[in-house]
């Protein structure tokens, strides 16, 4: 059994979780932005060949590059496999649904991560922490506008991705106990590059050739993305799966600043209340946490 971090460890977790959503976020405005040019499989196959430059260079600042070999290299790809199926799936959304929309049905994991931590870690879950998980659901709801257009078939995708990152999340949690957040990272890339590389460079249709503004959104959504997801498992080893993952909630505050900047989305009334319910939701976790 895993025990529970102590206080302030687990406020670090939070700290590096609430740092990882707003750079996540901002990669996802440039992979949006991608989508209406590029290939799903390509933004995936080129973004994680950027991304390997932050976390190779974060790993050699802890140390000899020699700390990435892992023991459990097979554990290690299948948390990869997950998070690129559950990226793969965001991008699929996000390429016909608004950015804040997508973010909204993707934000049902950390309920999936409460729900599965007792089960897959052994984390005892109390009530608050429920209450508060809920809270933040009910806002994504009302966020989502059951029997609007977020419901066409394309939510299915952002769904879907929503389970895939719930169960990689626990896995990185799994994987804190046996390797350093960098060794976790590293392999996630090497995920990436194994199962988008054969897709885009093998196979017809997969490859357009990118223009200098669409390298340009590359280059930036790989590096922040790789900084971003070393901080998320770096928050994930630090602070218990239901603790830390309300605070991925912060990710639609972004979503919808962003969306109104870039694509002038004009959140409603609605969207509105949903993000204050998300908001409150991880603030009463922090809150409870420092007690």
């Excluded at 995920?191 to 249709?205: D, E």
């Excluded at 928050?235 to 603790?243: I, K, M, P, Q, T």
Aim: aromatic share 12%; glycine share 8%; charged share 10%.
């Amino acid at each position: 059994m895993i025990t529970r971090p102590a206080a302030s460890t687990t406020l670090r977790g939070i700290a590096c979780v609430a740092g990882a959503c707003l750079l996540l976020t901002m990669a996802d405005a440039f992979a949006k932005l991608l989508t209406e040019t590029l290939p799903v499989m390509e933004i995936a196959f080129l973004r994680s060949i950027v991304a390997l430059v932050p976390i190779l260079a974060i790993a050699r600042y802890y140390g000899p590059l020699s700390r990435l070999r892992t023991r459990h290299a097979g554990k290690q790809l299948l948390r990869g496999g997950l998070i690129i199926a559950s990226y793969t799936c965001f991008l699929l959304s996000l390429n016909v649904l608004p950015l804040a929309e997508t973010a909204s049905v993707f934000f049902s994991s950390p309920l999936f991560i409460a729900a599965l931590s007792p089960l897959v870690l052994r984390e005892k879950v109390p009530v608050h922490r429920w209450f508060a998980i809920c809270l933040g659901f009910a806002g994504v709801l009302v966020i989502m506008r059951p029997g609007t257009e977020s419901f066409r078939p394309e939510a299915l995708f952002a769904l879907a991705s929503a389970v895939l990152y719930a169960l990689g999340a626990l896995m990185a949690r799994r994987l804190g106990a046996l390797d350093p957040p960098a060794t976790t990272s590293f392999y996630t890339g090497l995920a990436f590059l194994i199962v988008s590389g054969p897709f885009t460079l093998g196979m017809p249709g997969y490859w357009v050739d990118p223009d200098w503004t669409a390298v340009a959104y590359i280059a930036a959504c790989g590096l922040i993305a790789g900084t971003a997801h070393f901080l998320l498992i770096q928050g994930y080893r630090l602070g218990e799966a239901a603790v830390v993952a309300p605070f991925e909630y912060s990710t639609l505050l972004w979503a919808v600043l962003f969306g109104f900047v870039i694509w002038s989305d004009v959140p409603t009334w609605s969207t509105l209340a949903g993000v204050l319910l998300v908001a409150a939701s991880g603030l009463y976790v922090l809150r409870t946490e420092r007690r």
